[in-house]
């Protein structure tokens, strides 16, 4: 009797510290994670320049200098956008968020029940304090003023890729030797699929945006460039992104005229979205993530809650990368269930 309370307290403590151990763990990497959020974003430029590097490096070409030169046109267009899109977004900003009071006036004359809406949520008031008492642009700051930052991650990404073993000996270093293999084929799967992932991804915010911005421009609606640049970056958002980039069109428009508000743009936009969705949606992207489009949503909520900005765009490489991994268990489980049944079929059989 004494012998199993003694195996029970020693299996408790041995519970309690295996406890102890993962939350120390957990909160040792919440610490970090600025630092791992800035190895996610190296491993993620890496695996979006992979394929490109390995074409290359068939025709002879030396992978460190296809990368230099990707990272040379990289450079030249943020030059060239800094000089000729920067500019004039900004200024559309400052313009779209100082009439912010006078889209929302025009909204509760037009539309009386907004009034109501307005009130009880406390818009004005809420709108016009985040406007007087804090920097409108302080997200826009934050996200281009990691320059450090980017040069690390593009630094790391230059090694991940011209060095191609160097993932490879560092899993060997953090990795116990039973499991190397299969954790090098895992991360080169999980390289792959947020390689796919990322070039669609950047390649549907583009044509949604180019798209949008022409829309606008046609239909002359104000800030078109702005309204565009919103409309392409919540595409990364699945479903209800592009329904709320219709939204601030819909208002600039609207103070226009009501029929361009409340008939031109809606129209335009659910055209375009018609266009993404069933055309360039399924032809770029295909099965790049695999991932309910909920579980996406809920990871970028998740990762703005932890890290902002950047936690919620990692979000969905990260859910794309724990989506293999899960695969691989789910696939490991069914054939454990498989041969579990054959054991008992054959054992019924001799029986």
Do not use: C
């Amino acid at each position: 009797m004494m012998e199993i309370k003694k195996h029970i307290i020693d299996v408790s403590y041995i519970t309690i510290l295996k406890v102890v151990a993962v939350l120390l763990l957990v909160a040792f990497l919440f610490y970090i994670r600025d630092i791992i959020l800035l190895f996610i974003a190296a491993l993620i430029i890496a695996s979006a320049l992979d394929p490109l590097v390995d074409k290359m490096q068939t025709k002879h070409i030396p992978r460190g200098v296809t990368v230099l030169a990707i990272y040379v046109i990289f450079v030249a267009l943020i030059v060239w956008a800094a000089s000729n899109i920067i500019p004039v977004a900004t200024g559309q900003s400052k313009t779209l968020l100082q009439n912010v009071p006078l889209y929302l006036e025009h909204l509760t004359q037009r539309f009386p029940s907004f009034a109501n809406i307005s009130r009880t949520l406390g818009l004005q008031n809420e709108l016009a304090s985040t406007i007087s008492t804090s920097n409108v642009f302080q997200t826009t700051t934050g996200v281009f003023s990691g320059v450090a930052s980017a040069l690390v991650a593009l630094v790391l990404s230059f090694y991940m890729v011209v060095s191609e073993d160097s993932f490879r000996r560092f899993l060997k270093i953090v990795v116990p030797r039973e499991h190397q293999s299969y954790a090098t084929v895992l991360m080169a799967r999980i390289r792959k699929q947020i390689g796919r992932w990322l070039i669609g991804q950047l390649a549907l915010m583009l044509i949604m945006f180019v798209m949008s911005y022409v829309s606008l421009l046609i239909l002359g609606v104000n800030n078109a460039l702005i309204l565009a640049i919103i409309a392409g970056f919540l595409e990364v958002v699945p479903f209800v992104g592009p329904i709320i980039a219709i939204f601030p069109a819909v208002i600039v428009a609207s103070i226009q005229s009501p029929v361009l508000g409340l008939v031109a743009v809606p129209v335009v936009f659910i055209l375009l979205q018609q266009l993404e969705g069933h055309i360039f949606g399924p032809k770029i992207m295909g099965s790049a993530i695999g991932v309910n489009p909920i579980v996406v949503i809920l990871g970028i909520f998740i990762g703005y809650s932890l890290a902002g900005i950047t936690g919620a765009i990692f979000a969905v490489p990260i859910i794309a990368a724990v989506s293999v991994f899960l695969k691989d268990l789910w696939e490991i489980r069914k054939e454990d269930l498989i041969i579990d049944q054959d054991m008992r079929a054959t054992a019924v059989k001799h029986n």
